[in-house]
């Protein structure tokens, strides 16, 4: 951590954390410099440390939780720097919004959420006044956002949004007013102006950039049960109209990250083909509660794979399900759960789009670091002393049974998951003689942030596709990359 002393260019590091975090937020008290900050160290997904650091002198003290595990996602001071506000779990199944005396650490108030109780307040932003929170929070495949009163904890207002996912935006400098982002199925992102008194929201638009039109979607949340009785929540959406359709099944990453309702360039284009877009939150996801979380860790691992199962069994039931032109995509984590998929039920599926998945845990383990590896040893099993469990679970002893068409895509700079696991998988394939197209991103980490790089990703994963479905197209052709 660095501070810039007062108005001069100098800097000083003032403290040091031996673990993995961030700067979650600086207590002015008046002065200039400011005299002291908030540190979020993570320890996993569902254990942190919030550490008090005195600015003056870099001396840093525990400020929750004392003892035991807790998940912690956002921190912030009062507007006094009196308090210590943040959102936890306090290592059980209620999510919570806590007051601590910043002083002494000691609670001084506790709201508690009830719809549902499992939600992970994932952002807190204090008012310019002092006398209101926004807290966002994610209920795993959506999100909410809440307004309670600062001092009392008490709910002031629940923000009218529709259903989706976004983050919050700053106060109006009287704070009668809150700027959202907002995504939707129908909307990309869109800004709301809140009013902080009744909660109700308006979509700011341009008469000078109308809508574009879109193609019409049903979109929906769809509770699914697993082999065992577990039930998780899946995201379909779909295009409105008649007859049987392809179905891409998109697993998100983590493993402990989750799906959220909302709007999905992925989505829009494959609707746009007339093809269905399929979100699972199996066993695991994030937002659903500690247990959720953990039902997955170590030995449970291919419990989860019991859920993939449950949801290939229901959608072959579905009328607007063409049972023999399912795709299966997932990124990270999600990459890896295509893999698996295809070695183990290469039967199942008629194409696959890997990105940035892990093939190999063995290897994988040994090259990735930080706090993705702490996570994977907790999730996944440590190679050592879980040795044939990671043998058993990496798709790459397996390859053998792969012969679904598969596009791999990775970036050459990722330091999660080293590219050397997507060219390990496509110089296997290729060898056998496997459908692969595989594009490496020379300017990419994990994931696909720049403009050009997401344009062509999109573009070729669905041509890809598209050639594999022999799928004619219902508009116009797919632009060149």
Same mark, same amino acid.
């Given at each position: 951590?660095?501070?810039?002393?007062?108005?001069?260019?100098?800097?000083?590091?003032?403290?040091?954390?031996?673990?993995?975090?961030? @700067?979650?937020?600086?207590?002015?008290?008046?002065? &200039?410099?400011?005299?002291?900050?908030?540190?979020?160290?993570?320890?996993?997904?569902?254990?942190?440390?919030?550490?008090?650091?005195?600015?003056?002198?870099?001396?840093?003290?525990?400020?929750?939780?004392?003892?035991?595990?807790?998940? #912690?996602?956002?921190?912030?001071?009062?507007?006094?720097?009196?308090?210590?506000?943040?959102?936890?779990?306090?290592?059980?199944?209620?999510?919570?919004?806590?007051?601590?005396?910043?002083?002494?650490?000691?609670?001084?108030?506790?709201?508690?959420?009830?719809?549902?109780?499992?939600?992970?307040?994932?952002?807190?932003?204090?008012?310019?006044?002092?006398?209101? @929170?926004?807290?966002?929070?994610? $209920?795993?495949?959506?999100?909410?956002?809440?307004?309670?009163?600062?001092?009392?904890?008490?709910?002031?207002?629940?923000?009218?949004?529709?259903?989706?996912?976004?983050?919050?935006?700053?106060?109006?400098?009287?704070?009668?007013?809150?700027?959202?982002?907002?995504?939707?199925?129908?909307?990309?992102?869109?800004?709301?102006?809140?009013?902080?008194?009744?909660?109700?929201?308006?979509?700011?638009?341009?008469?000078?950039?109308?809508?574009?039109?879109?193609?019409?979607?049903?979109?929906?949340?769809?509770?699914?049960?697993?082999?065992?009785?577990?039930?998780?929540?899946?995201?379909?959406?779909?295009?409105?109209?008649?007859?049987?359709?392809?179905?891409?099944?998109?697993?998100?990453?983590?493993?402990?990250?989750?799906?959220?309702?909302? =709007?999905?360039?992925? $989505?829009?284009?494959?609707?746009?083909?007339?093809?269905?877009?399929?979100?699972?939150?199996?066993?695991?996801?994030?937002?659903?509660?500690?247990?959720?979380? &953990?039902?997955?860790?170590?030995?449970?691992?291919?419990?989860?794979?019991?859920?993939?199962? %449950?949801? *290939?069994? =229901?959608?072959?039931?579905?009328? =607007?399900?063409?049972?023999?032109?399912?795709?299966?995509?997932?990124?990270?984590?999600?990459?890896?759960? *295509?893999?698996?998929?295809? %070695?183990?039920?290469?039967?199942? =599926?008629?194409?696959?789009?890997?990105?940035?998945?892990?093939?190999?845990?063995?290897?994988?383990?040994?090259?990735?670091?930080?706090? *993705?590896?702490?996570?994977?040893?907790?999730? +996944?099993?440590?190679?050592?002393?879980?040795?044939?469990?990671?043998?058993?679970?990496?798709? +790459?002893?397996?390859?053998?049974?792969?012969?679904?068409?598969?596009? #791999?895509?990775?970036?050459?700079?990722?330091?999660?998951?080293?590219?050397?696991?997507?060219?390990?998988?496509?110089?296997?394939?290729?060898?056998?003689?496997?459908?692969?197209?595989?594009?490496? $991103?020379?300017?990419?980490?994990?994931? %696909?942030? @720049?403009?050009?790089?997401?344009?062509?990703?999109?573009?070729?994963?669905?041509?890809? #596709?598209?050639?594999?479905?022999?799928?004619?197209?219902?508009?116009?052709?797919?632009?060149?990359?």
């Amino acid at each position: 951590m660095r501070l810039s002393l007062g108005e001069t260019s100098e800097e000083a590091r003032v403290y040091e954390d031996s673990g993995l975090g961030f @700067l979650a937020d600086v207590s002015a008290d008046g002065s &200039a410099d400011g005299s002291h900050a908030l540190f979020l160290r993570f320890l996993s997904y569902q254990s942190a440390r919030l550490v008090l650091v005195d600015l003056k002198d870099g001396t840093a003290q525990l400020r929750y939780p004392m003892h035991g595990e807790a998940t #912690i996602r956002a921190a912030a001071f009062s507007r006094e720097g009196d308090r210590i506000l943040l959102t936890t779990d306090g290592g059980s199944e209620q999510a919570s919004v806590i007051a601590l005396d910043t002083a002494s650490g000691q609670p001084l108030g506790r709201f508690d959420e009830t719809t549902p109780r499992t939600a992970t307040g994932e952002q807190l932003v204090v008012s310019p006044d002092g006398k209101q @929170l926004a807290i966002v929070f994610n $209920a795993g495949d959506q999100q909410f956002i809440r307004l309670l009163y600062a001092i009392s904890l008490k709910q002031a207002a629940e923000v009218e949004l529709p259903l989706g996912a976004g983050r919050i935006g700053e106060y109006s400098p009287d704070g009668k007013q809150l700027a959202v982002t907002w995504r939707t199925p129908a909307h990309q992102s869109s800004v709301y102006l809140v009013d902080t008194r009744s909660g109700s929201a308006t979509r700011l638009t341009s008469p000078e950039i109308p809508d574009a039109p879109a193609p019409a979607l049903l979109t929906s949340i769809e509770t699914l049960t697993s082999q065992d009785g577990l039930r998780f929540p899946v995201i379909v959406t779909r295009p409105d109209t008649n007859g049987r359709h392809p179905v891409i099944v998109d697993f998100h990453g983590g493993p402990a990250g989750s799906a959220s309702i909302g =709007w999905s360039l992925s $989505a829009s284009l494959a609707n746009a083909y007339d093809i269905a877009y399929v979100q699972p939150n199996i066993r695991g996801s994030g937002g659903f509660g500690r247990a959720f979380e &953990a039902s997955d860790d170590g030995a449970r691992r291919r419990d989860s794979f019991k859920d993939i199962d %449950a949801l *290939v069994d =229901w959608l072959r039931r579905q009328p =607007w399900v063409d049972p023999d032109r399912l795709i299966v995509k997932g990124s990270s984590y999600g990459g890896y759960l *295509v893999v698996q998929q295809l %070695a183990e039920h290469p039967q199942r =599926w008629r194409a696959g789009i890997d990105q940035f998945g892990i093939v190999d845990l063995i290897s994988f383990m040994g090259t990735t670091t930080g706090l *993705v590896r702490k996570n994977y040893l907790r999730e +996944i099993g440590d190679p050592q002393t879980d040795h044939a469990r990671l043998v058993d679970l990496s798709p +790459i002893n397996k390859i053998e049974a792969m012969r679904t068409p598969l596009f #791999i895509y990775a970036g050459a700079n990722d330091p999660r998951v080293p590219r050397a696991q997507s060219d390990m998988l496509a110089s296997h394939l290729q060898a056998k003689g496997v459908p692969v197209e595989y594009m490496l $991103a020379p300017n990419e980490g994990h994931g %696909a942030e @720049l403009p050009s790089t997401q344009r062509e990703l999109a573009v070729r994963s669905m041509r890809f #596709i598209l050639n594999v479905l022999d799928q004619p197209s219902p508009g116009q052709p797919l632009p060149q990359h």
